[in-house]
Antibody, heavy 121, light 113 residues
Framework: QVQLVQSGAEVRRPGASVKVSCKAS????????LHWVRQAPGQGLEWMGI????????SFAQKFQGRITMTRDTSTSTVYMELSGLTSEDTAVYYC??????????????WGQGTLVTVSS | QFVLTQPPSVSGAPGQRVTISCTGS?????????VHWYQQLPGTAPKLLIF???NRPSGVPDRFSGSKSDTSASLAITGLQAEDEADYYC?????????????FGGGTKLTVL
């Protein structure tokens, strides 16, 4: 069965960086795009970016440009999302999600369990 | 703040029918982009509920259905059950947002009375 298993909770100081991992299993890793979506406490979902595991290319939401990096390791079927310059507004649960294309837009058919990142001094 | 607009909350009694709207614009739903819906139970990750406007993944009861018209979409839930109490999110694509591959609504909290 398809599974996306994320790394554990993190606590960071303002200004620091955090790197979250997402290990995929149960399907051919390079055949599906992987996205990152975050959710601040009590708030809605926010799309952050996408990585194409086959070639490693990425695309990010404009608000994260310049401080987000996404990489992948095809040998372990794992993708990584690193966010730098953290502020308290980055406190959120971060999800990885597998993308599927339907005609005109992608949807997310499997999600990781989420990783809580807390930014606090 | 959110490109797609949803009502913050809806409610209904067990057995009733409720609908959740998702209003967009000419650069997203109105441009013909498909709409997808997710259910998020408290403390859990979102779960795909409807894809491609009105398609249910395997395992999703037929009590859930979706529709799309012009610049909006709707999620309908019939035969409301206590276990349906959750947050619901619509999602699509917006051509005006550089680099973006997905936009969400702000979410709707469904309360089963």
């Amino acid at each position: 069965q398809v599974q996306l298993v994320q790394s554990g909770a993190e606590v960071r100081r303002p200004g620091a960086s955090v790197k979250v991992s997402c290990k995929a299993s149960g399907y051919t890793f390079i055949n599906y795009y992987l996205h990152w979506v975050r959710q601040a406490p009590g708030q809605g979902l926010e799309w952050m970016g996408i990585i194409i595991p086959g070639g490693g290319s990425t695309s990010f939401a404009q608000k994260f440009q310049g401080r987000i990096t996404m990489t992948r390791d095809t040998s372990t079927s794992t993708v990584y999302m690193e966010l730098s310059g953290l502020t308290s507004e980055d406190t959120a649960v971060y999800y990885c999600a597998r993308g599927r294309q339907f005609l005109t837009s992608e949807y997310f058919d499997y999600w990781g369990q989420g990783t809580l990142v807390t930014v606090s001094s | 703040q959110f490109v797609l607009t949803q009502p913050p909350s809806v409610s209904g009694a067990p057995g009733q029918r409720v609908t959740i709207s998702c209003t967009g614009s000419s650069s997203n739903i109105g441009a013909g982009y498909d709409v997808h819906w997710y259910q998020q139970l408290p403390g859990t990750a979102p779960k795909l509920l409807i894809f491609g406007n009105n398609n249910r993944p395997s395992g999703v009861p037929d009590r859930f259905s979706g529709s799309k018209s012009d610049t909006s979409a709707s999620l309908a839930i019939t035969g409301l059950q206590a276990e349906d109490e959750a947050d619901y999110y619509c999602q699509s694509y917006d051509s005006s947002l550089s680099g973006s591959k997905g936009v969400f609504g702000g979410g709707t909290k469904l309360t089963v009375l």
